[in-house]
């Protein structure tokens, strides 16, 4: 009978593997240079995950394939190279780009309702819910006395 | 109050759905996102003319004037830049408006093709190769219009090839409010 190395590692090791391979293989291909050091540069790719592509406007720039994007993920690395926080380089992005531009909009007049329509509305169906429950009991109870 | 509960969902559905109605009026571009620059003083920059062709190149210093400024980002690459080229023209044999233009992420020779089939109705054009400029103004494609009044100050701005119709209704009228 052969001996395998248990499958579950071996498939670990195949799929990261794989992953490195793929992802060294896009950069390659997209002319995009990941930084040199790999603390920034994970750094970078959570940044990337926090702001939105505009023109593909459903993706962070971290997946979209977009020349825009790109060019987004290129300012990013070179900003975190500067020494910017990362507050300072959405702040830099809002600046260019506005509100849209950051899946986690800043918090003003024109954003409010985005930031507080969901709570709102649980509060209004809460509300219903209770009212409708309330009105319940309260038909049971009179229905009890004869 | 029984009455209030039973009409307060298609009260709920009507306007929702007036609301969703004039979501999908015509006139409506839903991918715009609208600019933070309106109010404020464009980016600063220093572009050069595009290669081979004779000019000044473009600066932020050339766009506060004695009349309104136009700024058209554009490129021989983009279809819709094409389209938008005769309204471009109008715009600039209007008087007192002055239009120029940045030619975005293009190779000089095309450029130079492009505004020789299609006539160079602009007054001065920057050659933004690399985009950087185009980046700083928040550009997500082009073609783009801004309108910039006399001071320098960007009051206006129209994402997409300006057609017939949007001149007419939208970028004459935002002009003249400026003047």
Redesign the interface.
């Known amino acids: 009978m052969q001996r395998q190395p248990g499958p579950k590692s071996l498939r670990l090791i195949l799929s990261s593997t794989l992953a490195v391979l793929v992802f060294l293989c896009m950069s390659a291909a997209l002319g995009e240079t990941p930084l040199q050091n790999s603390q920034a540069e994970a750094r970078a790719q959570n940044l990337f995950h926090e702001i939105r592509c505009v023109v593909c406007q459903h993706e962070s720039i971290a997946t979209s394939n977009a020349d825009m994007a790109a060019d987004m993920r290129r300012f990013v690395r070179h900003k975190i190279e500067d020494g910017q926080t990362d507050r300072q380089i959405k702040q830099e992005l809002h600046t260019r780009f506005g509100d849209f531009v950051l899946f986690q909009p800043p918090f003003h007049k024109g954003t409010f309702l985005l930031w507080t329509l969901p709570f709102l509305a649980f509060l209004v169906a809460g509300t219903a819910v209770w009212l409708y429950f309330r009105q319940m009991r309260k038909t049971a109870t009179e229905r009890e006395r004869p | 109050m029984r009455r209030f509960y039973f009409f307060l969902p298609f009260v709920v559905l009507l306007a929702l759905g007036g609301y969703f109605i004039w979501g999908l009026g015509t006139d409506r571009r839903p991918?715009s996102?609208?600019?933070?620059h309106v109010g404020k003083t464009p980016?600063v920059f220093s572009l050069p003319m595009i290669a081979g062709m004779r000019g000044e190149g473009l600066s932020t210093g050339d766009l506060q004037g004695n009349t309104p400024t136009v700024v058209n980002f554009f490129a021989s690459w983009c279809v819709p830049c094409q389209a938008e080229h005769p309204q471009i023209t109008r715009l600039a044999n209007e008087e007192n408006i002055r239009v120029v233009g940045i030619n975005y992420k293009d190779k000089a020779e095309d450029a130079r093709g492009w505004l020789q089939e299609l006539g160079n109705p602009y007054d001065a054009i920057g050659a933004d190769t690399n985009?950087d400029v185009g980046?700083?103004?928040?550009?997500?494609?082009v073609p783009e219009t801004f309108i910039l009044d006399e001071q320098g100050i960007i009051r206006y701005h129209h994402a997409g090839p300006i057609d017939a119709d949007t001149l007419k209704k939208d970028i004459l009228p935002a002009i003249e409010d400026l003047q």
């Open positions: 991918d996102i609208g600019s933070p980016p985009g980046f700083d103004w928040g550009l997500s494609g």
